[in-house]
């Protein structure tokens, strides 16, 4: 168990929708990290937020978007939605000690865009 | 442009079979190595960072190893249980915030 959750664990949309998707991290893990991973392939880094700044950010559009929040939580939003960002959504949260890292997954919500 | 490749794509063992995954990876920075474990429809499960070239590290019948390009893990004497797909990821100092970089995994299948 990493104590890292997310909701909801399955979701589906049509085309052009919007979509919000939530994590909740660890207590005292200031970082979420925002991974979108497509059958048969690896996790794709979209964004990372750290004390509820946007901290980087991958090759993804504006439409995905995200936020942090002061209780450990955050939240993922997607808006016009695309067949192709049916995908498993995964957070990991960390935290930054010394330099090092390590990135604790939840189980991740399965999207289906239709 | 960094980059991870992982090989091979699926290894199928008998039960107590040893075998290696491979990850090489082109970085400009190494910050880190990840090597993460994936049962179907489930988040990565963590498990060893890597951090200097000849750093290893053990966890049950499980052996990680690092060198400047490549990244090998080594399972012995593996069980049914350990069938997944074994994922490594680099984490770089010219990326964006402390992304990972992920190679497509190594899908493991250990029959009895």
């Known amino acids: 168990e990493t104590g890292v959750t997310q909701s909801p664990t399955h979701l589906i949309k049509t085309r052009g929708q919007q979509v919000t998707l939530r994590c909740s991290s660890q207590?005292?893990?200031?970082?979420v990290s925002w991974y979108q991973q497509a059958l048969g392939q690896g996790p794709q880094f979209i964004f990372q937020?750290?004390?509820?700044?946007?901290?980087g950010r991958g090759n993804f559009p504006p439409r995905f978007s995200g936020l942090q929040f002061p209780n450990y939580s955050s939240e993922l939003n997607v808006n016009a939605l695309e067949l192709d960002d049916s995908a498993l959504y995964l957070c990991?949260?960390?935290?930054?000690?010394?330099?090092?890292?390590?990135?604790?997954f939840g189980p991740g919500t399965r999207l289906l865009v239709l | 442009e960094d980059q991870v490749t992982q090989s091979p794509e699926a290894l199928r063992l008998q039960e107590g079979e040893s075998s290696s995954l491979n990850c090489s990876y082109t970085?400009?920075?190494?910050?880190?190595l990840f090597w993460y474990r994936q049962d179907p429809g489930k988040g990565p499960e963590f498990l060893f960072t890597l951090y200097s070239a000849g750093e290893e590290k053990e966890k049950e019948r499980l052996k990680a190893t690092l060198t400047k390009k490549e990244s090998f893990l080594h399972i012995t004497a593996p069980k049914p249980e350990d069938s997944a797909t074994y994922l490594c990821a680099v984490q770089a100092y010219n990326q964006a915030g402390t992304a990972l970089i992920f190679g497509k995994g190594t899908t493991l299948s250990v029959s009895s």
């Open positions: 970085v400009s920075g190494l910050r880190g």
């Open positions: 937020y750290y004390r509820e700044e946007e901290n």
């Open positions: 207590s005292g893990h200031n970082t």
């Open positions: 990991a949260s960390s935290i930054q000690r010394g330099g090092q890292e390590t990135q604790y």
